[in-house]
């Protein structure tokens, strides 16, 4: 479901709050959630990938066969260290979206800036699926910009790349320290709703403490096998992001030269 009039509209997200500004037209095109008549929900990550913690989270959506999409950060692939991830995510049908490279605020606000942390956060991406063995990368086609923050300049910049800004409806604050498994995948529970686009984290900004342990977001993985079959018993499907938004002829949008 696109956005299409909103007010200043404060967004609870990742560490801080994010607000969507309307400006002319920009925002028509940015989408917060599915259809509220179709018994789907999406689960997307962001801040990854984050080494162990990644893996660990691909390895408990392959235990129940659910696809997801996962924000990138560039500066997090850009080390080279998560290479074998991103194919890995390719592999299993999970869907790469880009969540800004460097997940600072300023840029979102200047042309310049936020063109270069597009346009960086996909070549990383790009290049680390070919070192790691994906001769013909999927196109990435879906943005969510640090914070939720989407300013007329973001929504311009994203449109002009071919993205498609991605919000989310339900985020309970799994970022926080010592939040439990069982804690996180109850307040999911007792939000979601239909079409609703659930965000999670599987790193924390661009900061990576360990590649060969999960230390960053040690709850994540069991957050999901225990949220995917209890979202199953409750009738809701965890459907792919481009299917819950009604893409499932694909994005065709074409990518101009940033």
């Known amino acids: 479901m696109a956005v299409t009039a909103l007010a200043a509209v404060t967004i609870a997200g990742c560490s801080a709050p994010g607000f969507l500004l309307p400006e002319g037209e920009l925002l028509r095109d940015v989408y917060v959630r599915g259809s509220p008549a179709v018994p789907a929900v999406a689960l997307t990550f962001d801040d990854g990938p984050n080494g162990r913690c990644t893996e660990a989270v691909l390895d408990a959506l392959a235990e129940h066969g659910t696809r997801a999409t996962f924000f990138v950060l560039g500066a997090n692939v850009a080390t080279g260290r998560n290479d074998s991830l991103l194919a890995r995510m390719v592999r299993d049908g999970h869907t790469i979206g880009i969540h800004g490279h ?31 063995g994906v001769a013909d990368p999927p196109r990435v086609a879906f943005f969510r910009p640090p914070f939720g923050l ?34 996180v995948t109850a307040a999911v529970l007792a939000r979601v709703r239909p079409g609703d686009v659930i965000v999670l984290h599987d790193g924390v900004e661009t900061h990576q403490r360990s590649v060969e342990c999960c230390v960053d977001r040690v709850a994540v993985a069991e957050t999901v096998r225990r949220l995917v079959p209890a979202l199953h018993e409750r009738g809701l499907h965890v459907a792919p992001l481009a299917e819950l938004l009604g893409f499932e002829a694909g994005l065709t949008s074409s990518r101009r030269r940033l």
């Open 102 to 132: 460097t997940h600072l605020v300023p840029p979102l606000f200047h042309e310049r800036l936020i063109r270069r942390e597009i346009r960086t956060a996909l070549a990383a991406v790009d290049r680390a699926l070919r070192h790691a």
């Open 150 to 183: 989407v300013t007329g300049t973001t929504a311009r910049v994203a449109a002009e790349a071919g993205l498609v800004i991605v919000e989310w409806t339900v985020s309970v604050g799994d970022w926080h320290a010592g939040r439990r498994a069982e804690d």
